[in-house]
Protein backbone atom coordinates (compact mmCIF):
# COMPACT_ATOMS: atom_id res chain seq x y z
CA UNK A 1 0.00 0.00 0.00
CA UNK A 2 1.29 3.39 -0.53
CA UNK A 3 0.85 6.95 0.54
CA UNK A 4 1.32 9.88 -2.18
CA UNK A 5 1.30 13.58 -1.13
CA UNK A 6 -0.90 15.12 -3.76
CA UNK A 7 -0.92 18.47 -2.32
CA UNK A 8 0.49 19.00 1.36
CA UNK A 9 0.27 22.39 1.33
CA UNK A 10 -1.54 25.10 3.39
CA UNK A 11 -4.57 27.10 2.87
CA UNK A 12 -2.08 30.21 1.80
CA UNK A 13 -0.06 28.14 -0.79
CA UNK A 14 3.20 28.42 1.14
CA UNK A 15 6.54 27.44 -0.53
CA UNK A 16 4.44 27.16 -3.66
CA UNK A 17 2.79 23.99 -2.62
CA UNK A 18 -0.36 22.67 -3.06
CA UNK A 19 -3.69 22.27 -1.05
CA UNK A 20 -4.15 19.37 0.96
CA UNK A 21 -5.17 15.79 -0.98
CA UNK A 22 -3.37 12.31 0.04
CA UNK A 23 -3.89 9.29 -2.13
CA UNK A 24 -3.92 6.07 0.08
CA UNK A 25 -4.09 2.89 -2.70
CA UNK A 26 -3.03 -0.72 -2.46
CA UNK A 27 -4.86 -3.94 -3.57
CA UNK A 28 -8.13 -3.23 -2.07
CA UNK A 29 -7.57 0.16 -1.31
CA UNK A 30 -8.03 3.44 -3.46
CA UNK A 31 -9.43 6.53 -1.74
CA UNK A 32 -8.24 10.67 -1.51
CA UNK A 33 -8.19 12.09 2.00
CA UNK A 34 -9.05 15.58 1.61
CA UNK A 35 -9.40 17.41 -1.57
CA UNK A 36 -8.56 21.27 -1.79
CA UNK A 37 -8.86 23.77 -4.55
CA UNK A 38 -6.14 22.72 -6.31
CA UNK A 39 -6.33 19.10 -5.92
CA UNK A 40 -7.63 18.10 -9.16
CA UNK A 41 -4.60 19.28 -11.71
CA UNK A 42 -2.22 18.06 -9.18
CA UNK A 43 -3.59 14.64 -9.30
CA UNK A 44 -3.30 14.70 -13.05
CA UNK A 45 0.03 16.51 -12.78
CA UNK A 46 0.91 13.01 -10.82
CA UNK A 47 -0.95 10.75 -13.27
CA UNK A 48 -3.27 9.43 -10.88
CA UNK A 49 -6.62 8.35 -12.13
CA UNK A 50 -8.91 10.19 -10.41
CA UNK A 51 -11.75 7.71 -11.86
CA UNK A 52 -10.37 4.91 -9.75
CA UNK A 53 -11.01 6.53 -7.00
CA UNK A 54 -13.47 4.81 -4.32
CA UNK A 55 -13.54 7.08 -1.54
CA UNK A 56 -12.96 10.50 -0.45
CA UNK A 57 -12.83 11.34 3.23
CA UNK A 58 -13.33 15.43 3.89
CA UNK A 59 -12.16 16.64 7.12
CA UNK A 60 -13.73 19.78 6.56
CA UNK A 61 -15.37 22.96 5.07
CA UNK A 62 -12.47 25.10 4.42
CA UNK A 63 -11.67 25.27 0.67
CA UNK A 64 -7.55 24.32 0.58
CA UNK A 65 -9.54 20.94 2.08
CA UNK A 66 -13.30 20.96 0.38
CA UNK A 67 -13.33 22.78 -2.38
CA UNK A 68 -11.54 20.91 -4.99
CA UNK A 69 -14.67 18.29 -5.00
CA UNK A 70 -16.86 20.44 -7.81
CA UNK A 71 -13.81 20.17 -10.16
CA UNK A 72 -13.46 16.33 -9.85
CA UNK A 73 -16.82 15.89 -9.81
CA UNK A 74 -17.11 17.65 -13.66
CA UNK A 75 -14.05 16.23 -14.62
CA UNK A 76 -15.61 12.79 -13.56
CA UNK A 77 -18.89 13.82 -15.88
CA UNK A 78 -16.93 14.35 -18.92
CA UNK A 79 -14.70 11.45 -18.40
CA UNK A 80 -17.53 8.98 -18.29
CA UNK A 81 -17.05 7.78 -15.26
CA UNK A 82 -19.17 4.83 -14.27
CA UNK A 83 -17.82 3.32 -11.07
CA UNK A 84 -19.57 4.34 -7.63
CA UNK A 85 -17.76 7.23 -5.65
CA UNK A 86 -18.53 7.74 -2.17
CA UNK A 87 -17.34 11.15 -0.44
CA UNK A 88 -17.59 11.16 3.32
CA UNK A 89 -17.10 13.73 6.10
CA UNK A 90 -18.36 15.82 8.90
CA UNK A 91 -21.98 16.20 9.41
CA UNK A 92 -23.99 18.38 6.67
CA UNK A 93 -21.50 17.67 4.07
CA UNK A 94 -24.28 16.96 1.69
CA UNK A 95 -25.59 20.38 2.19
CA UNK A 96 -22.01 22.18 1.47
CA UNK A 97 -21.59 20.03 -1.28
CA UNK A 98 -24.49 21.16 -2.82
CA UNK A 99 -23.27 25.00 -2.11
CA UNK A 100 -19.94 24.99 -3.29
CA UNK A 101 -20.86 23.26 -6.67
CA UNK A 102 -23.59 25.56 -7.46
CA UNK A 103 -21.27 28.44 -6.54
CA UNK A 104 -18.70 27.19 -8.53
CA UNK A 105 -20.79 25.40 -11.63
CA UNK A 106 -24.12 26.52 -11.53
CA UNK A 107 -26.41 23.57 -11.58
CA UNK A 108 -24.35 21.29 -11.76
CA UNK A 109 -25.03 19.88 -8.14
CA UNK A 110 -28.58 18.61 -10.59
CA UNK A 111 -27.01 17.47 -13.24
CA UNK A 112 -27.45 13.72 -14.04
CA UNK A 113 -24.60 11.75 -13.65
CA UNK A 114 -23.09 8.79 -15.34
CA UNK A 115 -22.13 6.86 -11.78
CA UNK A 116 -23.66 6.78 -8.73
CA UNK A 117 -22.63 9.23 -5.97
CA UNK A 118 -23.04 8.87 -2.24
CA UNK A 119 -22.48 11.54 0.24
CA UNK A 120 -22.01 10.19 3.60
CA UNK A 121 -22.25 11.80 6.96
CA UNK A 122 -20.03 10.88 9.80
CA UNK A 123 -19.87 10.77 13.48
CA UNK A 124 -17.28 11.36 15.67
CA UNK A 125 -15.65 7.91 17.25
CA UNK A 126 -18.09 5.98 15.26
CA UNK A 127 -16.50 3.48 12.65
CA UNK A 128 -17.36 2.74 9.87
CA UNK A 129 -16.46 0.26 7.10
CA UNK A 130 -15.91 1.05 2.96
CA UNK A 131 -15.66 -2.12 1.85
CA UNK A 132 -12.34 -3.54 3.35
CA UNK A 133 -11.49 -0.20 4.77
CA UNK A 134 -12.22 0.88 8.51
CA UNK A 135 -12.71 4.56 9.23
CA UNK A 136 -13.02 6.23 12.37
CA UNK A 137 -13.42 9.66 12.67
CA UNK A 138 -12.31 11.99 15.71
CA UNK A 139 -13.42 15.31 15.99
CA UNK A 140 -10.62 17.68 16.34
CA UNK A 141 -10.45 21.46 17.27
CA UNK A 142 -9.66 24.15 14.24
CA UNK A 143 -12.43 27.18 14.96
CA UNK A 144 -15.83 27.94 14.35
CA UNK A 145 -16.27 28.35 10.84
CA UNK A 146 -16.01 25.87 8.41
CA UNK A 147 -16.83 22.93 10.74
CA UNK A 148 -17.16 20.29 12.43
CA UNK A 149 -13.89 19.37 12.07
CA UNK A 150 -12.86 15.29 11.79
CA UNK A 151 -9.37 13.55 11.82
CA UNK A 152 -8.85 10.33 10.62
CA UNK A 153 -8.03 6.33 11.88
CA UNK A 154 -7.76 4.46 8.73
CA UNK A 155 -7.49 0.95 8.85
CA UNK A 156 -6.52 -0.70 5.12
CA UNK A 157 -4.62 -3.97 4.70
CA UNK A 158 -2.96 -4.44 7.57
CA UNK A 159 -1.70 -0.83 7.81
CA UNK A 160 -2.94 2.02 10.31
CA UNK A 161 -2.84 5.40 8.61
CA UNK A 162 -3.60 8.22 10.91
CA UNK A 163 -4.26 11.99 10.05
CA UNK A 164 -4.83 14.55 12.57
CA UNK A 165 -6.23 17.46 10.06
CA UNK A 166 -6.01 21.06 10.93
CA UNK A 167 -6.34 21.30 14.68
CA UNK A 168 -5.05 22.60 17.82
CA UNK A 169 -3.83 20.46 20.49
CA UNK A 170 -6.77 18.37 21.75
CA UNK A 171 -6.66 14.87 23.04
CA UNK A 172 -8.68 12.91 20.52
CA UNK A 173 -5.30 13.00 18.75
CA UNK A 174 -3.64 10.40 21.79
CA UNK A 175 -6.52 7.58 20.20
CA UNK A 176 -6.64 9.48 16.96
CA UNK A 177 -2.68 8.14 16.28
CA UNK A 178 -1.60 5.83 18.64
CA UNK A 179 0.51 2.91 17.33
CA UNK A 180 -0.10 4.23 13.96
CA UNK A 181 1.66 3.05 11.22
CA UNK A 182 1.72 6.34 9.75
CA UNK A 183 1.02 9.47 11.97
CA UNK A 184 0.32 12.58 9.10
CA UNK A 185 0.22 15.82 11.75
CA UNK A 186 -0.72 18.94 11.13
CA UNK A 187 2.77 21.24 11.80
CA UNK A 188 1.84 24.72 10.95
CA UNK A 189 4.26 26.28 13.38
CA UNK A 190 7.71 25.46 14.93
CA UNK A 191 6.96 26.89 18.36
CA UNK A 192 4.74 30.04 18.04
CA UNK A 193 0.82 29.48 19.15
CA UNK A 194 -1.19 30.26 16.49
CA UNK A 195 -5.24 29.56 17.47
CA UNK A 196 -6.56 26.28 15.92
CA UNK A 197 -3.30 25.31 14.90
CA UNK A 198 -0.67 22.70 16.04
CA UNK A 199 3.06 23.46 16.10
CA UNK A 200 5.71 21.10 16.07
CA UNK A 201 6.88 21.93 19.62
CA UNK A 202 3.33 21.32 21.10
CA UNK A 203 2.95 17.98 18.91
CA UNK A 204 6.19 16.70 19.95
CA UNK A 205 5.31 17.43 23.77
CA UNK A 206 2.97 14.71 23.52
CA UNK A 207 4.53 12.13 20.81
CA UNK A 208 5.21 9.69 23.84
CA UNK A 209 1.25 9.19 24.17
CA UNK A 210 0.64 8.60 20.54
CA UNK A 211 3.74 6.60 19.34
CA UNK A 212 3.47 6.49 16.02
CA UNK A 213 6.15 3.80 13.89
CA UNK A 214 6.31 7.00 11.53
CA UNK A 215 5.83 10.16 11.68
CA UNK A 216 5.16 13.20 8.60
CA UNK A 217 4.35 16.66 8.76
CA UNK A 218 2.24 18.70 6.73
CA UNK A 219 0.06 21.76 6.27
CA UNK A 220 3.62 23.98 6.70
CA UNK A 221 3.49 28.14 6.92
CA UNK A 222 6.64 29.21 5.67
CA UNK A 223 7.68 29.53 9.79
CA UNK A 224 7.99 25.92 9.30
CA UNK A 225 9.63 25.54 5.35
CA UNK A 226 12.12 27.99 6.03
CA UNK A 227 13.75 24.99 9.05
CA UNK A 228 12.76 22.49 6.83
CA UNK A 229 16.66 21.46 7.05
CA UNK A 230 16.76 21.20 10.58
CA UNK A 231 13.81 19.76 11.96
CA UNK A 232 13.87 16.27 13.72
CA UNK A 233 10.82 14.61 11.73
CA UNK A 234 10.16 13.74 8.01
CA UNK A 235 8.00 16.78 6.02
CA UNK A 236 6.14 15.95 3.58
CA UNK A 237 6.28 17.56 0.21
CA UNK A 238 4.09 17.59 -2.97
CA UNK A 239 4.37 14.23 -4.98
CA UNK A 240 6.48 12.69 -1.78
CA UNK A 241 5.48 8.98 -1.76
CA UNK A 242 5.54 6.50 1.21
CA UNK A 243 5.48 2.58 0.88
CA UNK A 244 3.60 1.06 3.75
Not at 65 to 71: R, V
Not at 169 to 176: D, K, M, Q, R
Not at 190 to 211: D, M, Q, Y
Request: charged letters at 20%; a negative charge; proline letters at 5%.
Amino acid sequence: MQLRFVGCGDAFGSGGRSNTCFHLAGAHTNLLIDCGASSLPALKRLGIACNDVDLILITHFHGDHFAGLPFLLLDAQFARRTRPLVIAGPTGIETRLTQVMEALFEHSSTTPRKFELSVIALEPERQVRFGELCVTPYTVVHGNSGGPFLGYRIEAEGRVVAYTADTEWTESLVPLGRDADLLIAEAYTFERPVKNHLSLTTLAAHLGEIRPKRLVLTHMSDDMLARLETLPHAAAHDGMTIDL
